[in-house]
Nanobody, 127 residues
């Protein structure tokens, strides 16, 4: 029932910035654990960032490779998840996927534990 649609990918020069979005529908957005993953050519899908609102606190988690450069956020009123990507590097080139899971705990950083996925949006960083 849950649908996730990513958008905002594209081509950007190294050092540039890009913001990608994930529009969610079908379930209560604010209660879900959500995250971003990426998969480059010939690579395994890897964790990028996660977010979860629990009580009055919003929890965040970032992969070491993107920490300090990427920012995950959400607009609950718009049922939209964002990933702001700054200081992009060629190694950031990948298809970026949005993921969601019903509330059952805290942050989720492993792909196998997410129930729903978007179709992905391509991000290409030129050198």
């Amino acid at each position: 029932q849950v649908q996730l649609v990513e958008s905002g990918g594209g081509l950007v020069q190294a050092g540039g910035s890009l913001r990608i979005s994930c529009a969610a529908s079908g379930r209560t957005f604010s209660s879900y654990a959500m995250g971003w993953f990426r998969q480059g050519p010939g690579k395994e899908r890897e964790f990028v960032a996660a977010i979860r609102w629990i009580g009055e606190i919003t929890y965040y988690k970032y992969a070491d490779s993107v920490k300090g450069r990427f920012t995950i956020s959400r607009d609950n009123a718009k049922n939209t998840l964002y990933l702001q990507m700054n200081s992009l590097k060629p190694e950031d080139t990948a298809v970026y996927y949005c993921a969601a899971s019903p509330p059952a705990g805290g942050l989720i950083t492993t792909a196998g534990k997410y129930d729903y996925w978007g179709q992905g949006t391509q991000v290409t960083v030129s050198s």
